[in-house]
């Protein structure tokens, strides 16, 4: 069943107030529990169920790494994410702060997959692949 542009809207919100808010619970609501997070066309992702996913946001969160949503775009049946990350390794070499991007997909009204890009460019083309 494909997402309406209504609910991808509205997941959109809920993914905004859960990452800035560093909200587990409200994360966990909106995964599947079979999410998949990794880098771009890892067969293996790091991250292959909801549990490692959240454990991967809370081993961030205390190591002081802090993200802020600078945009959320719906894009069909996924939600491409620009993320300001700061308080890691990464931002402390980049000025404190290094944008990420992130492409969530949504299937039957949970995030069933989450790939990570350094760049928009890459996530965007990424998004324009055929699934």
């Known amino acids: 069943m494909a997402e309406t542009p209504e609910s991808m809207e509205h997941l959109a919100r809920r993914v905004k107030v859960a990452l800035e808010t560093a909200d587990l619970a409200a994360f966990s609501d909106i995964l599947d529990a079979n999410v998949r997070w ?41 939600l491409l994410v620009g993320l300001v990350v700061r308080g890691n390794k990464d931002p402390r070499e980049h000025g404190n702060e290094v944008l990420r991007w992130q492409l969530l997909t949504v299937r039957g009204g949970h995030v069933s997959d989450i790939v990570g890009f350094d760049r928009r460019d890459e996530a965007e083309a990424f998004a324009a692949e055929p699934k």
């Open 38 to 78: 990794g880098p771009p066309g890892d067969t293996s992702p790091p991250c292959q169920n909801r549990a490692q996913v959240l454990a991967w946001y809370q081993r961030g969160r205390a190591s002081g790494a802090t993200a802020t949503v600078s945009e959320i775009t719906v894009v069909g049946d996924r």
